[in-house]
């Protein structure tokens, strides 16, 4: 069976079901067998999570509008560099 | 270290992919795109209207700082400008111009000097000398963020630990996990091999549960 080290190496693409058959049931009976590795997936999963999450916040989405010295310079830059 | 942008200026539709916008955005954007080819003045600024936004909140996700955010809205629009003739509409109009941005941002972040950067190691994994997983105590785990913390607070917590990690990983998470690239594109952008890739992301994420552990116990 794995150790918790050897099925660390493979843990991404284990849960990106991205194995080939063998080393995916390899990594199927090593979490059936050991709750750390339950444990960390549950914690890295609702880091996942939490990190997509994060970048929904109102002062960081999109915003309605971008400054309008922003878009001023941009127009200008543009009429600068005669594009 | 972050490696060139494998597209300075014009990232390929294979390189970005497609980002699921509507009809009614994809004809909007055909629109927009005709009168920019035409050389409508007026349509420069409704660009920069319509996408400045999302350009925006790209730089800011990507840079530090919101000066060099600001420039770096400034030089993604100044490419899109100089280059709008050779946009081949394999890809959307706004995804295009995400791919530009994000270009942008790693040209800036690659030239700027390389930040003081905490290394993640003692974030990792730790094993015992069978292989049997230990974990290790974290430093803040009984330090306390002992009252709820709300949403906003939440989010604020996740971003900053973000900004913290050296680039490397920084930028391959932020890639992945937020910007939604699949692997093949994130190795793409960053001009590194696949595997590069899923082993700075496990780390990356795997440094990101450590030092969230002390609110991902009030989370779950």
């Known amino acids: ?13 284990y849960l990106e079901d991205g194995l080939p058959v063998w080393q995916k049931f390899m990594c199927w009976l090593h979490v059936k067998a050991c709750r750390e590795c339950v444990y960390f997936i549950q914690q890295y999963r609702r880091t996942i999570a939490l990190g997509q999450d994060a970048f929904e916040s109102p002062d960081v989405a999109v915003p309605d509008s971008v400054p309008e010295d922003l878009v001023a310079a941009a127009i200008a830059h543009r009429k600068g560099n005669n594009i | 270290m972050v490696m060139a942008p494998s597209a300075v200026n014009h990232p390929s539709a294979s390189e970005f992919a497609e980002d699921g916008d509507g009809q009614r955005t994809n004809n909007e954007e055909d629109q927009l795109l005709e009168c920019l080819r035409a050389g409508d003045e007026s349509c420069y600024e409704k660009l920069v ?54 270009n942008q941002c790693l040209m800036r972040i690659r030239k700027q000097a390389r930040r003081q950067e905490q290394s993640i190691e003692h974030m990792l994994p730790i094993f ?24 906003e607070q939440m989010r604020s917590i996740v971003r900053q630990n973000i900004n913290t990690m050296p680039d490397d990983h920084r930028l391959v998470l932020l890639l992945r996990d937020i910007d ?32 969230l552990e002390p609110v991902l116990e009030q989370t779950s």
């Open chain 1, 1 to 13: 069976m794995l150790t918790c080290k050897e099925f660390d190496e493979f843990m991404i693409d």
């Open chain 2, 49 to 102: 209207r319509k996408l400045g936004p999302r350009v925006l909140a790209t730089a800011r996700r990507y840079l530090r700082s919101e000066a060099d955010a600001a420039d770096c809205f400034q030089d993604t629009f100044l490419v899109v400008f100089e280059s709008i003739n050779k946009f081949e509409q394999r890809s959307s109009l706004s995804t295009w111009i995400r791919g530009i941005t994000i």
């Open chain 2, 128 to 151: 015992d000398e069978h292989g049997d997983r230990i974990e290790a105590a974290s430093p803040r785990q009984s330090a306390a963020i002992s009252k709820l913390i709300d949403t």
């Open chain 2, 180 to 211: 939604g690239y699949t692997t093949k594109e994130t190795a793409a952008i960053l001009g590194i091999k696949i595997n590069a890739v899923k082993t700075r992301l496990h780390r990356a994420r795997s440094a990101l549960r450590y030092l």
